[in-house]
């Protein structure tokens, strides 16, 4: 079984492109794209990781050069993307450099914003929608879970997540340096997810009013509530998303993050105005017809991939202790292999029979020694003892084989090792834990 993605991000592809390749959870052809993903004979699991700055197809393989070539020519097509063009601008990773790239998306090392703390949960997220499909199973979920855990370690002992900086918020900091200042702006929030969160509370630490609409206003209220238990005084309230044409055409400063699978803001609805907008599409795929620009030079749109020169600044502030993050996550890359090593349970059944063996020939011969038992009878003795722990261990060694290919069967295995005295590295009982996990054989 071999590690192997295969990346899309910010680093490789421009914006038009990761919209096309994008997969994100709340797609339908998402679901139906992973399973015919582990339908193919060469991938046993699979977990599409896919945001506004990556789309990255992590699976556990049986021949990764088969893989690779079925998952290219499905994307080809999916996006209608040449498969030259895929093959061209893919970085793919297999086994060791794998979970490195793991480690280091999920730690945030490989984001566009580094420290930037949304991509774990949009990590878990994905993860979770995989194994609720059946699409992921014991590989995978050992290697995300351990990325959470090398994660956490680099929030830990790093200040690179300290005033992180989000694309959120690297959008808001972009239209202070537009407009100065923004205090008693007023500024439209299209969207309810994370990302629209993050802009509205960055927008009311600015004194900035702000309108948040959403499909489903319910959603939008709730931020607003969040924000208002915190911040009484702040000027922020829900509308209906019916409205929005009207609302663009009234509110200048315009920050829109949905889950839409096509433009929500066209040009056909835009009216000339004589003073300058400022938009801010922060969704992949995007929110605002990118013509609108063409048509209007009142009108600036700024995308996610323009936001680069804000995030150099970041990454620069960062370099240092991303030169420690990085240390941790190699180190944590060769910590994983040597674990997973060590949960094979044949190795430990026969430590377990060796042992109670040892134990039986070592009283066999104190007994001998004090007269107990006769010498003559030894070899008999023996084979009787051999065979009572036989019998005694059989069921744990059936029970034990029957959970080998469980996600359950890591907390068994190292459980057994502790009682039994086999552990040889830190144990990952309690920082390892797969809240997904069922009885569920895997193929």
């Known amino acids: 079984m071999d590690y192997y993605i295969l990346s899309y991000s910010h680093k490789n592809t421009d914006i038009a492109m990761r919209e096309a390749l994008s997969l994100d959870i709340k797609n339908p052809v998402t679901k139906e794209f992973l399973e015919d993903l582990v339908d193919n004979k060469f991938i046993t699991e699979a977990v599409i990781l896919s945001t506004c700055n990556r789309i990255e197809f992590i699976l556990n393989t049986l021949n990764s050069e088969k893989a690779e070539e079925f998952l290219l020519d499905k994307l080809s097509n999916y996006s209608k993307i ?55 199973g014991l590989y995978l979920s050992r290697a995300i879970h351990y990325a959470f855990r090398c994660a956490a370690s680099v929030r830990n002992s790093t200040s690179i997540s300290q005033n992180s900086v989000s694309v959120a918020s690297t959008a808001v900091a972009q239209a202070k340096e537009i407009l100065g200042d923004l205090k008693n702006q007023f500024a439209l929030v299209i969207g309810a997810g994370e990302m629209s969160e993050i802009c509205a509370k960055h ?60 433009t929500i803001i066209t040009s056909d609805m835009v009216e000339a105005k004589d003073w300058n907008r400022y938009w801010f599409d922060l969704a992949v795929p995007r929110d605002i017809e990118c013509a609108i620009m063409e048509r209007s030079d009142k009108i600036q749109i700024y995308a996610v991939d323009d936001l680069e020169d804000i995030v150099r600044k970041n990454l620069a502030l960062r370099e240092e202790q991303a030169k420690i993050a990085y240390g941790i ?102 920082s390892y834990k797969c809240e997904y996990a069922q009885d569920k054989t895997l193929p």
Request: hydrophobic residues 40%; proline residues 3%; charged residues 25%.
């Open 82 to 136: 040449p498969l030259e063009k895929l093959q061209k601008c893919a970085d793919s990773y297999d086994n060791l450099s794998a979970i490195h790239h793991l480690f280091s998306v999920a730690s945030s090392l490989d984001s566009l914003v580094v420290g930037e703390t949304q991509i774990s949960g949009q990590l878990k997220s994905a993860f979770k929608f995989s194994y609720e499909l059946g699409c992921c």
């Open 203 to 262: 927008l009311i630490n600015a004194n900035c009013e702000v309108l948040i609409i959403n499909r489903e206003i319910q959603n939008a209220q709730k931020i607003c509530d969040t924000i208002l238990s915190a911040n009484p005084n702040a000027k922020i309230r829900a509308e209906s998303f019916k409205d929005l044409s009207t609302y663009i055409n009234e509110i200048p400063l315009i920050f829109s993050a949905t889950g839409a699978p096509h």
């Open 329 to 430: 996550v190699g180190r944590a890359t060769q910590e994983f292999f040597s674990w997973q090593q060590s949960l094979n349970v044949e190795p430990l059944i026969k430590t377990i029979r060796a042992l109670a063996k040892d134990a039986a020939l070592k009283e066999l011969n104190k007994g001998i020694l004090k007269g107990y038992l006769p010498k003559e009878y030894e070899k008999n003795i023996e084979k009787t003892l051999h065979n009572a722990f036989n019998t005694f261990l059989h069921d744990l060694t059936i029970n034990l084989k029957a959970v080998a290919n469980t996600p359950k069967a890591d907390s068994i295995v190292e459980s057994l090792r502790f009682l039994f005295k086999q552990e040889t590295q830190e144990r990952m009982l309690e």
